[in-house]
């Protein structure tokens, strides 16, 4: 790069970094600017620790990707894997895709390498393809041994071969945060020579996730201004907790292309949540990127990947969580009832999430009104003291309504007139056996064996139904006890599944001499989440009370 571009660089940054200290807002042309969506849950959020996808997940993931309307999927690695290569494969039969388009990622060509490097990921067969490239001169010299013109003729070559065989091509610049404040010359002579091949999106990825927003916007920026005739992308990771900080600097930098991965799940501390960038860039910048009326798609779409990957979803996630627009104090839940835009930034239903006001002592009578109207319950006015009353009551005794919405509602309607109509318990029982003396205590091995087995005796529609199972321990037991007995006649009772049981053994006012247990359940039926509770002096009674719950209000909430 001669010395009269390596000063404008400098220039480009120096405007860059003026703009971005004297305005703190979008920049004016942001609002009329399309930014696509290129979703990397598929590759770079499969690299969390704790995350293994089959073939059937990702394709799964895939097609709520398509129904939450991202411009781009990014299928995986062909050629890397064979799990990878077998989606491809099986995409192409399988996924039905109508609004996003599925892209095959890759590498360049190797270092003296041919083009034969490349076929794998044209035998995918997606008209859109990303390949991945070095843009720091020293992972250049010291990572692929080679000299900076092969690095930059692996890049050019590359895209040029891809182009010639009809792919839209992006070019993920591997390093070029951490790459530029090193060495901006070699990073922009790179870039520009992948611009002057053709690519259709030069993609800046900070591989490292160290860079800053402000650092993000400004080097996004010169780019921008060095390169203008090509589109520029950004793909963030959290390092530094600025993932999708990150992505609206880059946004508003003139990125018109944002990668990352639904929740934010990736290697490490993760990749910008692509759930906040998208809401913050339609709901705050007013940039719409989603086919319009899909935002509201985006709590069910969060919490079902959560599922298919096997995490709880986390319940304070900005947006979508549980707990984002729940409202415990008091104060707040009273001016809530007149005017719900006082303690909401947006308003929930935009991202399909709703309000939650959160039962606790500190509620008060409107607290518990608000609650039974968010229900649906009808409660009249002396019921509703006695629900107020009865409430004060369980939680003197241990009871936490705050994380039990499931049931509380049940509660509610039980105190409405409302009888479950399922089944009703004659009794049940579990028996544990420990058969290995004190031999059995190694501490480098978990699992013990043991003998579980619980039995459960019901009143299914004037029947009884009397049911076994064995299970890994007793609540286990009982769920699957439970299962045998209630499936022939609840067929939905089967996509119950139980993601968290929680115990916590409590030292309440009401029994000040003795200790009494706490369980909380949480169930998912793939859709909705809920949460029960159990207490009681016997952790085995508190955990069926809180099992019991979650079945009621999973069989309620099935169109039973
Ligand atoms: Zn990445």
Known sequence: MNKKKKARDKKGLDEAKASSSSSSSSSPSSSSR?????????????QLEGISLTVNDKLRIASQLD???VSYIEGGWPGSNPKDSEFFTRAKDELELETSQLVAFGSTRRPNGTFEDLEPLINAGTDVVCI???SWDYHVTEALRTTLEEGIAMVVDSISHLKKQGKKVFWC??????GYKENPDFAMEILTAAGEAGVDCLVLCDTNGGSLPHEVGEITKTVLENIPETAVGVHLHNDTDCGVGNALAGVMAGATHVQGTINGYGERTGN???????????LKLGIQVLPEGNLQRMATVARHVAELVNFSPNPHQPYVGVSAFAH????????LSRKSDAYEHVDPEKVGNSTRYVMSEMSGRASVELKAKE????????TMSEVVDTLKRLEYEGYHFEVADASLELLMLGASGWEQPYFSVESFSVGVKHKHGDQARVWNEL?????TEAEVNLVVSGQQVSAKAEGNGPVNALHSALDEALSPHFPEFKKMQLIDYKVRVLDTAATATKAVTRVLIETTDGEQIWNTIGVSENIVEASWQALVDSIVWGLRHQGN
Request: aromatic share 6%; proline share 0%.
């Open 272 to 282: 910008s949540n692509l759930i906040s960038v998208i809401a913050n860039l339609e």
């Open 375 to 382: 229900l649906g319950i009808e409660v009249d006015s002396a």
């Open 447 to 451: 699992a013990v064996e043991m003998e």
């Open 34 to 46: 399309a930014v696509e969506i290129y979703d990397t849950t598929l590759r770079d959020g499969s």
């Open 132 to 134: 991945v490239g070095k």
């Open 67 to 69: 129904y939450l309307g």
């Open 328 to 335: 415990k104090a008091g104060l707040h839940t009273s001016a």
């Open 173 to 178: 610049a591997e390093h070029l945060f951490d």
